[in-house]
């Protein structure tokens, strides 16, 4: 079981353990020398490195040229995220040679100067020369683009995620400086690169040690990371904890010397992603109470008669939560945020599982229909961790896993190991069959309040008594105010432009839907109000044609109620219209904060800084008297048009599916209830609240 973690065939190994450290057969052949060769032959290699090096050095600074100047095709951006990027590739080189078997601590230390240090106690970096480059390994590493754990095709397993190996070269391209220490099979060695990978002077033994392993130490230079070089301890801290999650087994140490007192932390989990599941799980109650763990390694031949060895193992335990969407998948220790094969391996495997055992055991009658994957799917936190040496990505981002051979090596071991462990623990069996019963349950009653909403709301034509709609009937130049309050509701229906404009004033506030289960959102009468009013449907049942109205504004105060409003209102679009969302339908209105009445003559500032500059344009002395609006409901009729709703003057805020994705995670993240963490969040999200009045 213990070799099952270790995704590295014994071939290979032992093709490893033969030679000084590169594992590719062929370039054995070429270099064959070994360490006692390469000592006395050691002045005639250096001269060789010398004749190749200033043909080669010049193309390595191309390459590496290249790296700078399009940082973010290596790193993604040269903001916060690029920077800890680097890191991550330093680390994944460490993590792979654990995964080769070879090592089993990795220290990473934030230094003083802010550089960073990552050191493993595996083989060490080849110091051989690579008669190809005719440099060193390591500065074959740390120049070569590309230049991964091979020198070429096939040969051992790298498998952690990033650039496929050409980490070490884009590391030290953007770093400022760039020291590599490698104590191997007695030596100890060094090199430093700097401005960008240039070797000042070539790898060097300086020393004898026992020990073995590489540190690499880099600066990143501040000429490409303009925004910021200061590395975040938490942020390292949080990848660091999930590698060591994602590679059981494997010590991780993060260090920040930083501080006057240094801070520490090691993570090692045995249990690898079951500690993991249990981690997630930590603040909720579960219903299965061990982690079941199912895992297992699959040789596949390729087209090219190739061959593969693809490692996968899952970790599940279900909770009594409601949600369905706890199925965190990862390939080569990077997460796949779409999903892909080995997840819908997963699903096809649980689904039939979960039905196929329910039945056996006559947990479910024969009348009964299967439960979906949604129902075995509620509550459920589960990792899916896949080792593949060749792995594709699709999706948008780049983030779904594509290789097809993965769905059925998932499928296969989790339907064994799950449905075996179902057989010997029958007592957990019946809680989990259970669970998914209820959910089943709540399914089959959310799906026929669907079904009785899509009879009386949508079925409704006769407009809600609240709505003062406009006489224009067509849509395009047809605007629907939604208002906060019953007093402002008022004075937009007098102020307001009659063909065109229609108000909906809402009461209060509207219900979570976060929170809310179907049922009782449906029946919500302002919900309720606001989709007749809108006349398109909902969900899958929403048609965008139909749709009354092609600017739907919300309308609220300017303080925090307005802006809970607001969001709730924006949830409820994103969650059941959000083609109105995606074709930019909705938008936000915005009212001033202040007046200024000077010479017979109101005006009216937005914010803080017009405030400002109106005071100075109207030259009025300090201690001039002006209204700050608490409410809508402050302004009269003729105020409100003038300065919110006149199409000529006013001032909104079009919604991007982006702004109300985000509305939506908010209740997701916060689960409505607790008032403190909502503040916090609406403060530190202004961008849906500009004018803010906590
Ligand atoms: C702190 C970062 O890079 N460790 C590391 C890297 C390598 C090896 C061992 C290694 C790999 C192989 C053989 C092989 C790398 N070697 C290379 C290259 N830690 C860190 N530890 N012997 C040693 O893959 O066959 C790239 S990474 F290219 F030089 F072989």
New binding site residues.
């Given amino acids: 079981m213990e070799e099952e973690k270790k995704p590295v065939t014994p071939e290979q190994i032992t093709e490893?353990d033969t030679d000084s450290?590169?594992?590719?057969e062929s370039f054995m052949e070429e270099s064959k020398f070994h360490y006692e060769k390469q000592d006395v032959s050691n002045e005639r290699e250096a001269e060789k490195a010398d004749e190749h090096y200033s043909a080669d050095n010049i193309q390595v600074l191309e390459g590496l040229e290249a790296v700078r100047k399009r940082p973010g095709m290596y790193i993604g951006t040269t903001g916060t995220a690029g920077l800890h990027h680097l890191v991550w590739e330093?680390?994944d080189?460490?993590i792979?040679?654990a995964l080769?078997g070879?090592?089993d601590k990795?220290i990473v230390t934030i230094n003083k100067d802010n550089s960073v240090s990552?050191?493993?106690n595996?083989?060490?970096?080849?110091v051989d020369i690579v008669p190809k480059s005719g440099l060193s390994?390591?500065e074959?590493?740390f120049t070569i683009l590309h230049?991964?754990?091979?020198?070429g095709e096939g040969?051992?397993y790298?498998v952690s995620g990033g650039l496929h190996?050409v980490g070490?070269s884009v590391v030290n391209a953007l770093s400022k400086w760039c020291e590599v220490v490698v104590n191997k099979e007695g030596g100890k060695y060094f090199i430093r690169f700097e401005d960008g990978g240039k070797i000042i002077d070539h790898l060097k033994r300086v020393g004898d040690t026992e020990e073995r392993g590489?540190?690499?130490t880099f600066l990143p230079d501040p000429d490409i990371f303009v925004e910021n070089t200061i590395f975040n301890y938490e942020t390292i801290k949080n990848h660091l904890r999930q590698m060591a999650f994602l590679n059981g087994g494997v010590s991780i140490v993060i260090v920040d010397d930083r501080p006057e007192t240094p801070v520490s932390e090691t993570f090692l989990y045995e249990g690898g992603i079951r500690e993991y599941v249990k981690f997630i799980n930590v603040n909720k109650l579960p219903v299965n109470n061990d982690v079941i763990y199912c895992q297992g390694a699959e040789e596949v031949t390729l087209l090219d008669g190739t061959k593969e060895r693809i490692y996968g193992e899952v970790a599940l335990q279900w909770t009594d939560a409601y949600s369905s969407d706890g199925v965190y998948s990862f390939c080569n220790n990077i997460t796949t945020k779409e999903g892909g094969t080995h997840v819908e391996g997963f699903n096809r495997a649980l689904t039939n599982t979960i039905n196929s055992y329910a039945r056996e055991r006559k947990l479910i009658d024969d009348k009964t229909p299967n439960y979906t994957n949604d129902d075995c799917r509620e509550g459920l936190t589960c990792v899916i961790s896949v080792k593949h040496p060749n792995p594709q990505y699709e999706g948008q981002t780049k983030t779904k896993l594509g290789n097809s051979e993965v769905r059925k090596i998932v499928a296969n071991l989790v339907s064994d190991q799950l449905y075996t462990y179902l057989m010997e623990h029958p007592e957990e069996a019946k809680k989990i069959i259970e669970k998914v019963k209820t959910a089943g349950k709540a399914r089959l009653a959310a799906q026929a309040a669907r079904e009785s909403i899509r009879k009386t709301v949508l079925g409704i034509t006769t407009l809600p008594g609240k709505l003062a709609d406009c006489s224009s009937k067509e849509p395009s130049e047809c605007e629907l105010f939604i208002v906060e309050g019953n007093s402002a509701g008022g004075s937009a229906k007098t102020g307001r432009d009659r063909h065109t404009q229609a108000i909906l004033p809402l009461r209060g506030k509207i219900l979570n839907v976060e929170k809310a289960r179907e049922e009782r959102i449906f029946k919500n009468g302002e919900i309720g109000n606001m989709i007749t009013a809108i006349g398109a449907g909902i969900r899958e049942n929403f048609d965008i044609e139909k749709i009354r109205y092609h600017k739907i504004v919300i309308m609220t105060d300017a303080d925090v109620d307005g802006d809970h409003i607001r969001i709730l209102l924006l949830t409820f679009f994103y969650r059941f219209m959000k083609p109105l969302i995606d074709n930019g339908n909705v938008y936000i209105a915005q009212p001033p904060l202040y007046k200024i009445d000077f010479k017979g003559k109101s005006y009216y500032a937005y914010n803080d800084d017009q405030l400002e500059t109106l005071k100075k344009a109207l030259k009025l002395k300090s201690g001039y008297p002006f209204q700050r609006y608490k409410g809508l409901g402050e302004m009269d009729a003729q105020q409100l048009w003038e300065t919110t709703m006149d199409p000529k003057v006013r001032k909104m805020i079009r919604i991007t599916v982006d702004d109300a994705a985000k509305a939506d995670m908010a209740f997701t993240d916060l689960m409505g209830e607790e008032v403190e963490p909502r503040k916090d969040f609406i403060s530190k999200n202004a961008r849906f609240v500009k004018n803010l009045d906590i």
């Fill in positions: 490893a450290g590169v594992t590719k330093i680390v080189n460490a792979d040679e080769a070879y090592c990795i990552v050191s493993d595996g083989r060490g970096v080849p390994g390591v074959t590493a230049a991964g754990g091979k020198f040969g051992g790298k190996g070490a590489t540190t690499v």
